[in-house]
């Protein structure tokens, strides 16, 4: 299973690198990182200090259900995991929630969700 986090940053980049450190320090890295925002340029340093590798996407300022739908469009994980930029991730974040999706495959909730599930 293909995980993906996708982090949203809009304009508030002042807890955004405690966001990559924390993704940074998963003990099971996603397989794909997404990132919208409003400035590539402003982003992207961020990512890159904390070795995370990241598509940035600049994309304009959506509102909260317009990014999400976009998230939705773009991400190719069949789960995918959101991270607002001033919240961090614990290190067995990803790992818990993968091993939740196994064990229990009928429990979804929002912040772990199967886009690909018929």
């Given amino acids: 299973m293909k995980l993906t986090v996708a982090v949203v940053a809009y304009g508030r980049y002042k807890y955004l690198e405690e966001a990559a450190a924390s993704i940074a320090r998963q003990t099971r890295p996603p397989d794909e990182v997404l990132v919208f925002t409003d400035n590539k340029e402003a982003v992207r340093p961020i990512f890159q200090k904390h070795g995370v590798e990241a598509e940035i996407l600049q994309e304009p300022d959506l509102t909260l259900c317009a990014t999400y739908a976009r998230i939705g ?27 939740s999706t196994v064990t229990r495959p009928k429990v979804s909730g929002h912040t772990l969700g199967n886009l690909r599930q018929p």
Avoid at 83 to 99: A, S, Y
């Fill in 73 to 99: 469009e773009v991400a190719s994980g069949d789960y995918v995991l959101p991270l607002e930029d001033d919240d961090v991730f614990k290190p067995e974040k990803t790992p818990r929630l993968m091993d």
